[in-house]
């Protein structure tokens, strides 16, 4: 079932119950780079928590709600993961 629609074709519940996560770094690196997000001066929080009984409207590209409960790190972006990410996706090698 589409995490979006849940299944009737129409977004008509764009509020979820948690906060969009990725359980793997590179997933979250390939859905910025692939919409063209501006990562300049950002970090990435690492976080703990319980996952949510709810679904990310992008959970077909991987992401998931979490309920953080800390913040476990706090990490640059990787310049050179983004920059290799982009030119394979440009490449199309996706």
Do not use: W
């Amino acid at each position: 079932m589409c995490p979006s629609c849940e299944g009737d074709g129409q977004i008509t519940r764009v509020e979820r119950n948690g906060i969009s996560s990725f359980p793997k770094l590179d997933g979250l690196h390939r859905y910025l780079v692939e919409r063209h997000a501006d990562l300049s001066r950002h970090v990435i929080l690492e976080l703990e928590g319980e996952l949510s009984d709810d679904r990310d409207l992008d959970a077909d590209e991987g992401a998931i709600l979490s309920q953080p409960t800390r913040i476990v790190g706090c990490h640059e972006v990787n310049g050179l993961r983004i920059r290799e990410l982009r030119n394979r996706l440009s490449a199309g090698h996706g």
